[in-house]
């Protein structure tokens, strides 16, 4: 049955009124009872501005305290927020908000006037906009039904256009006590934000901060300057990060030949595999490493490996969390197949798209399109990510949905993307096409621009004869990898 | 919609199979992998014996890990275990039996004998017997359907016969989860169980146990030198007990003229206020007490109250855990009405008994009976308990159990009973009896015994003439009380 729990920000507000709940590099600190008076006043605000209960709000923001503080506030509403990743391109954008039937989208100041310019049919309002509104008279939800909508996070898949993941409050509430049961849950602790709230990696930070009464450090963009500061002198003991950004880490503490203090717990590491030299480092440093794996799907991490076991099991992922279940589907669990997981935090579908939910959910279980196996002891190991799926800084990136734009011009007849390894970002998206001589890289480039974020645009462009194909003329990527190496 | 989890025992033994599940005073240590085993094997042996999906097995035991593992068998057969208390009467027992639909009754070999005796028309099994069973091909439950039924604890009510609560999973595992919010999560905890287990108070320690990952000190029964010595030297991190045992531990503190160890850090104290000179003697020992407030309806605590607080707040029960809320059914919260409270831990009902269901529980409130108060900071002040409930040594007893059994005998025309105040247990019965003159003390509280618990059994009678009643011809039981003082 459906379970409903008194509102979490104002539940907390009330357990722990003075308790800091967000801190910044600056030195700003909310406590929870300022941070829910904030968030119920924007609510009324927003209701004034016209916004209802089960409406659709675009969230297009850096990361900052207004950004949380509007997101609450539209769950006060019984809205949803869409969230939006600011690095995409209009075409992208249009998609997004075309899809998720988004009639008013609020950015923060910085970014009003670039959406503005897109002249999408729906309502802009930056934050300050909405400030200067009157409170109307609403009514704001203190109940949270844990079957309703919160948040709907856009996905690319193998094939297609995006898809938008319906998170529940019940998908981010399990989430959040899957991972206290698994890290713990300590009076001092303190969660570096870093990652964007945009993707449910940055989002998910806050979510367990309201449902912990826990302070989150939260910082505008991943800096590693900032990142090592904090650790060393802000009393942080949890940091989410990504690969690409460990490296950095590591070669701040290796310069200053220090360590991080040992209050210090977790570094939890998401968005692809490690490295093994990389945690070997991290181990001769005593960072306390914890791999990670999940997807927009999963509201954040639902396969976790402890340090203690980081390198005995090179290279895995760890175990499904408490409420979670994790199938291979294969013969058997040992061999090579398709990743299936199954839990409360598990996403119940796509919005309004019946099919893709029908395609990826069955009887709870989600197809998460990568391939792994799991150990004699449990451990998962994922051997490839979904269909081709490059992981660039921690983005996902699909090569189909490179492709397709590639293939929009007339000079190009075929083309074929891979991820080449590279030593900052991890991948890095090139091509390989297949087209009229007067083809340069840069029109490709410039042309890819119109469609594509900056971080998926191809590095390279590679023209050559004929893309490699396999006997039902599908393209081989494999190969494509091979001309790389 | 209902959640489904792995099973937590399962579950457990996988994440952390070499992890201490419980030990004892006498050294003897399992782990969770061995307590899944063992509970596994268990469970096939009752399906040899006939226990099948659904089916209520009454539970009749002293602690012991026994007792534990036949708990989890019965889980993994989707069977429901009726918590039996050992100090009942063979009429109380007989009472509960029915009602419940019991058909078998799982002993500890201690107690096999005496339930044998009582010839009820139920299977009697001691732990031994089922261990002596072949183990049956039963496809054992993997999954946990948090709405499904998993215990029935039987409680007394103002009136009328005991009604038996049913867990399901769900409420057993929010409320494990509420506490973890509340208290925190640390990898070295460990909890001393000393209170009986078919009580929710000790029940509720194991789920934890299971939940979390953590060991459990398990004791047979109170022992105020067991508890010292746990606390002192075997690294228990948090007790739950009851007021009149917290005395005797300070008692044994004083005497010894010394403190607990820092890593000690959690004496949660149900069953009924504690007196604040009480409070004040644990406060300059440093003994970080956690007052709570809560009832078998409730799944174990819904109300904490922090040692922080402890002082400042005497006499209130705290606020409540986070995905519970309660609110005072009269004009205003902060004046005295009766107690609702509400959440995923609330029990959904009593077993068959839809009338009372319907009379405590409406639209997810449950009418706890007792009378309170919240100040304007949130904190709950518990006035009276239930309609004259007496808490003696952590035992409910209510007073129309008493009368109803002493208004059987036939020289009994009135009686009236209330509770007392004891140095010892907190309060014990005592009745007031108008009849013949040829009663005595003895032969009232000998008939008594043959339907009440001992502990039950009025400490004192007094013979009067007349009972006090109100315009209403209603016992005033507040009056009974100004004759004793």
């Not at 040992?334 to 395609?359: R, W």
């Not at 001589?437 to 645009?457: F, G, M, P, Q, V």
Request: contains cysteine.
């Amino acid at each position: 049955m459906s379970e409903i729990i008194p509102h979490w920000l104002t539940k907390q507000a009330f357990l722990a009124p003075k308790q800091i709940a967000i801190e910044t590099k600056e030195g700003d600190k909310i406590t929870f009872l300022e941070l829910n008076e904030k968030s119920e006043q924007f609510a009324k605000k927003l209701a004034s501005s016209g916004v209802t209960n089960g409406a659709h709000v675009g969230i297009f923001s850096t990361n900052n305290v207004s950004m949380v503080i509007a997101i609450h506030a539209l769950s006060y509403l019984g809205a949803v927020s869409v969230m939006l990743n600011t690095k995409l391109t209009k075409e992208e954008l249009h998609y997004q908000i075309s899809d998720g039937k988004v009639r008013t989208v609020l950015a923060c100041d910085s970014l009003g006037p670039s959406i503005r310019q897109m002249n999408f049919p729906v309502d802009v309002k930056t934050f300050t906009d909405i400030d200067k509104q009157q409170e109307s008279e609403v009514t704001l939800l203190q109940e949270i039904n844990l079957d309703d909508a919160f948040t709907i996070i856009y996905t690319s898949g193998t094939t297609g256009f995006p898809k938008g993941v319906v998170h529940t409050f019940g998908n981010h509430w399990w989430s959040a006590t899957g991972s206290a049961l698994n890290l713990g849950l300590r009076a001092e602790d303190k969660w570096l934000a870093a990652l964007p709230i945009f993707h449910v990696s940055g989002l998910s930070i806050f979510i367990r901060s309201a449902i912990y009464g826990m302070p989150v450090y939260l910082l505008e963009k991943f800096d590693e300057k900032n990142v090592h500061e904090a650790i060393m002198y802000r009393e942080v003991t949890i940091v989410s990060i990504v690969t690409v950004m460990l490296q950095r880490l590591i070669n701040l503490l290796e310069e200053g030949g220090n360590r991080y203090p040992p209050s210090f717990r977790c570094m939890l590491l998401g968005g692809g595999p490690a490295p093994e030299p990389l945690l070997e480092k991290a181990k001769k440093r005593n960072i306390p490493v914890f791999q990670s794996y999940g997807m927009t799907e999963t509201a954040s991490q639902i396969v976790t490996l402890s340090p203690e076991d980081a390198l005995n099991k090179i290279g895995s992922a760890g175990k499904p969390l408490f409420p979670a279940q994790l199938k291979i589907n294969s013969q058997n669990n040992d061999q090579v197949g398709e990743i299936l997981v199954k839990g409360p935090m598990v996403t119940k579908g796509y919005f309004n798209n019946s099919d893709a939910t029908k395609k990826a959910v069955a009887n709870g279980w989600l197809a998460t399109g990568d391939l792994g196996y799991v150990d004699q002891s449990g451990f998962l190991y994922v051997v490839d990510r979904r269909k081709d799926l490059i992981i660039s800084g921690g983005e996902n990136i699909y090569p189909s949905e490179i492709e397709s734009v590639l293939s929009g011009m007339d000079e190009v007849k075929e083309v074929g993307v891979v991820g080449k390894n590279d030593d900052t970002w991890g991948k890095v998206p090139v091509a390989f096409i297949v087209g009229n001589s007067t083809l340069t890289e840069e029109a490709c480039i410039a042309y890819a621009a119109n469609y594509l974020a900056k971080y998926k645009l191809p590095k390279q462009i590679y023209f050559i004869d004929k893309l490699p194909r396999n006997a039902s003329n599908k393209l081989v990527r494999a190969s494509l990898l091979e001309l790389l190496s």
